[in-house]
């Protein structure tokens, strides 16, 4: 039996998939509860419940999913639009504006998230927060070249970097881009519009994980009296 965090992801996750409709583009997002959206668009495709999907990856994780899915897919040079992307969050705040990155692939997300006509955000009620930066740190991909610059601005800037480590590969996490990680803590995130903008503006920074106006609808899984409730706002 899964544990109720696993069963928030797999209930939220679905709830997303059930929103895909036939003839569509879908970005496909990457984490553990994005994983669980992808697994259940592929039991709708081969259900027959919907037809003719393309996904959009936003990671080679997601990739890998879609293949195993049996979801066909496409690359942003052969579509003009997407319908519908599907994607977690690290925490999200009431305006909907959202710190992205624990798996290091904000920087496709954030392109594919934010090329969605509608982009569903699918969390547990323990990514919830009043302030971004509450609990999470926020992950700025540089080019390696850049790190120890780009770690100096960030400083500066108030936050306190780190050097995002791999847990099973000696050395840091590489992104599917080749490039670094960087996590930072800063003790709050007043304006995330404006961090967004300056942290993204130091040379050598490919993207930050601050999404910022780019959510339509966050589905949220909570676990009450031991099962699995979905609310959205
Ligand atoms: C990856 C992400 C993920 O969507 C985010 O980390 C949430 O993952 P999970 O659903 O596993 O908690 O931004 O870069």
């Not at 959202?98 to 982009?119: C, Y």
């Not at 942290?199 to 490919?206: E, K, M, Q, R």
């Amino acid at each position: 039996m899964s544990d109720p965090v696993t069963t928030m992801k797999q209930e939220v996750g679905r709830a997303a998939a059930n929103r895909v409709q036939s003839d569509s583009i879908v970005g496909l997002g990457s984490g553990s509860t994005a994983a669980y959206a992808i697994e259940y668009i592929g039991d709708r495709l081969a259900k027959g419940e919907i037809k003719n999907i393309v996904g959009v990856p936003t990671s080679f994780q997601a990739e890998v999913l879609a293949k195993e899915f049996k979801i066909p897919l496409v690359t942003l040079d052969a579509i003009d639009h997407i319908d519908i992307a599907i994607d977690g969050a690290d925490e999200v705040d009431p305006q909907k504006n959202m710190i992205k990155g624990g798996g290091a692939a904000h920087t496709r997300e954030k392109v594919v998230d934010s090329l969605a006509n509608e982009f569903i955000v699918v969390v547990d009620d323990g990514k919830l927060v009043d302030k971004l930066g509450s609990t999470f740190l926020l992950p700025v991909e540089v080019i390696p070249m850049a790190l120890a610059p780009v770690m100096r601005s960030l400083a500066k800037l108030g936050g306190k970097p780190e050097l995002r480590m791999a847990a099973k590969k000696a050395g840091p996490v590489v992104t599917d881009q080749g490039n670094l990680v960087i996590d930072v803590k800063f003790d709050h995130i007043t304006n995330p519009g404006e961090m967004e903008k300056t942290i993204n503006n130091f040379p050598g920074v490919l993207e930050n994980g601050l999404f910022v106006g780019v959510a339509d609808l966050v589905l949220v899984g909570k676990i009450v009296d031991g099962k699995p409730e979905i609310s959205q706002f």
